[in-house]
């Protein structure tokens, strides 16, 4: 089932994220029309019962101050903790937003932007998230398509080198895609 026309994303969006465990163990979501089946790579729900996420928007990247982003394919929350007080990792996502959106949109991935990160019963720490909506039919193929499409430049790959010591660890992958509803 394709995601319905209204799965969009504008600037000011906060998300809302319900998790719960559904059929055969897989964890399902809710909090964008037609979306109801996520993937979570690492961690879960702390325990029986719903996990809540609240996407807050701290830097919203060009893409949404142009419109309303559809999501064609998968929505990818990567969800990380700092090791830096949040307005530091602000003024940097603030400072790289624009060259990062470019080169994300090159590979077909728009980004969104950083998000603070409510989270209720979710067994993982995270205090900011970001958030990319990818034309791909799961979370695993946004990410194969996104390493083969070459060699990173070294711009991008100076901006991640910096990220990564402002996180952590390298960060929890939710990808939520198109699904009836539970």
Request: proline share 7%; aromatic share 8%; with cysteine.
């Amino acid at each position: 089932m394709a995601p319905s026309a209204t799965a969009s994303i504008s600037a000011g969006d906060a998300l809302g994220i319900t998790l719960w465990t559904g059929d055969g163990g897989a964890f399902a979501a809710s909090g964008l029309p037609g979306f109801a089946s996520a993937e979570l790579a690492i961690g879960g729900p702390a325990g029986p019962g719903d996990a809540r996420l609240d996407l807050l928007p701290l830097v919203e990247s060009p893409l949404l101050h142009a419109g309303p982003i559809t999501v064609r394919g998968v929505l990818g929350v990567q969800l990380f903790d700092l090791t830096v007080p949040g307005d530091v990792f602000t003024a940097f996502e603030e400072r790289i937003i624009d060259r990062y959106t470019a080169f994300r949109s090159a590979l077909g991935w728009s980004y969104a932007g950083l998000y603070d990160v409510r989270a209720e019963r979710l067994g993982l720490p995270a205090a900011r998230a970001v958030v990319y909506i990818v034309d791909a039919a799961s979370g695993d193929a946004a990410l194969e398509s996104a390493a083969a499409a070459g060699a990173v430049p070294a711009d991008i790959r100076a901006f991640g080198e910096e990220c990564s010591t402002y996180k952590t660890d390298p960060g929890t992958w939710l990808w939520l895609g198109p699904g009836p509803a539970s």
